[in-house]
């Protein structure tokens, strides 16, 4: 459904789902309906939209449905693989072979049941869940093309993440395999919305996954610089939101049985690991992390103002753990990375959402500034 406002679309309090948005629950994500308005207002067909730090997709899926080219980029692997899979249609034969592969899942985990397993390789993953699903990534192995490979694989980082993250227990094998077969369904039922709705906006199927380039470096980086102007692509519009300054989301874990952290995610998706929380937030909660923060911030849109339209627009959503200390600061390094503040068709910067389902925020903390997101407009200046 199109939103017609802006007031609408910016505070919508409806959860983040509908076409394939909810193939992985990306932690921050933002909302797709803040992404469409967005689109629809500053861009228009055909032209391209970089978001820099893409997370869980929501711009590039949202640009890719709507005849938008879409440019992503991530530092992490994880936020990468999920939104290549989300973007990538799938053929009737190979919605078959992915149905098929998890009923073999039921089967082949009734049959490994009896198995004792000394020792597990992926840190703080219980038994149970572990032989569910190390058996289901040995059968999707089997899969015949990698986007089904790819597929198989996403749905089981949904599974993992619904059985594991933030739960005080673990389901029962009998649960995960009920829950796959479901996923999978909800998972090729928004596939498909998403390809009609792509139609609908004149982007045949076999174009979505040629409508997006996904990259796998930071927004800083000369690489991101080099590859599109070698291709000639300027970006009109920027929407993203950056990692959050002083504020911890653990973007590329799960809490088990509490607050235990496993890498499992990593292992599901078979992408690469390896760095501590700070790579993927910018800098800590510290100080130093602050002041690295800033630092990064203003490294990165210095490099996009090299890679973007003159006349494009930087639209973002930021939330701040301090915002009366740190906004000044985000404008600043914004500035000093050659960018000024600006509106765009009536719609002003600095506008306050409040942010609902935030779940690393307790109630009370709700309250505070972590709990909104800040809408910042900006221009290159030339
Ligand atoms: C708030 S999330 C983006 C969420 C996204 N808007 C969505 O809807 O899913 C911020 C992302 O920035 C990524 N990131 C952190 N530092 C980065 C960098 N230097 N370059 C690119 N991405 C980075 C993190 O890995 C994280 O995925």
Known sequence: ?????????????????????DFYKYPARFSPNFARFMLDSLTEPG?????????????IIEAAVSGRHAIGTDVN??????????????????????RSWAQDVRFATKENKATQLVQIPIRNMPVAAYSFFDTAIKLAGHLRFPRRRLFARCALLRIG???LDVRSSTPQIAQLCDELEKKVEAMLKGLSDMVSAARTNGVYKNKVTASRQLFGCSASASLLRRALSRRNVRPKLVLTSPPYPGVHVLYHRWQVLGRRETPAPYWIADVRDGRGASYYTM??????GVNNYFTEL???FNNLKHIISPDARVVQLVSFSDANRHLPRYLEAMSMAGFEETSAENI???????VPNRKWYNQRRLENDAGREVLLIHRPIN
Do not use: C
């Open 348 to 354: 002003d910067s600095r506008q306050v959402r409040l």
């Open 47 to 59: 032209d391209y939209v970089l978001d820099p730090f893409m997370g869980g997709g929501t711009t």
């Open 298 to 300: 203003s490294a990165t």
């Open 161 to 163: 993440q619904w059985a």
């Open 283 to 288: 800098g800590g909660r510290s100080t130093l």
């Open 1 to 21: 459904m199109r939103l017609r406002t802006f007031e609408n679309a910016f505070h919508s309090t409806d959860k983040v789902q509908g076409y394939t948005h």
């Open 77 to 98: 692997e994880l936020a990468r693989f999920v939104t290549r899979v989300k973007t990538t249609p799938l053929s009737e034969d190979d919605i078959s072979e992915i």
